[in-house]
């Protein structure tokens, strides 16, 4: 049985690029990351589902023509700074919106 050559902790795949035991380049752990934690704070923000979050974060990227890495780095930094660019912050209410569910209206 052979054994396939595995890339270990901090080792580079063969373009140079530096990969993680699992074998994806660290810079792209490290956005999902960010992203992951974007999608946790439009959670909180607008008390939506997990999927419902990550799809506002998607909206708001076609949008506003922003990379959906760089929508969640200025979003993790707004959590901990307070600032966020009035425009993407109208962005994100918008997309929350789109997100939740219409109240219904029930007839008595």
């Known amino acids: ?3 396939l050559p595995t890339i270990g902790h901090g080792e580079r795949s063969e373009g140079g690029t530096e990969v993680s035991p699992c074998g994806r380049p660290r810079r792209e752990e490290a956005e999902q990351a960010v992203i992951e934690r ?3 704070v439009m959670m909180a923000l607008g008390r939506l589902e997990t999927g419902q979050a990550r799809l506002a974060l998607s909206e708001v990227s076609r949008r506003t023509g ?3 890495g760089r929508i969640a780095e200025l979003l993790t930094a707004w959590a901990s700074t307070g600032e966020l660019n009035l425009g993407l912050r ?5 997309a ?3 997100q939740r569910p219409a109240p219904s209206r029930r007839k008595l």
């Open 1 to 3: 049985m052979s054994q």
């Open 38 to 40: 974007a999608t946790g």
């Open 66 to 68: 922003i990379a959906l």
């Open 90 to 94: 109208i962005a994100l209410e918008e």
């Open 96 to 98: 929350i919106r789109h």
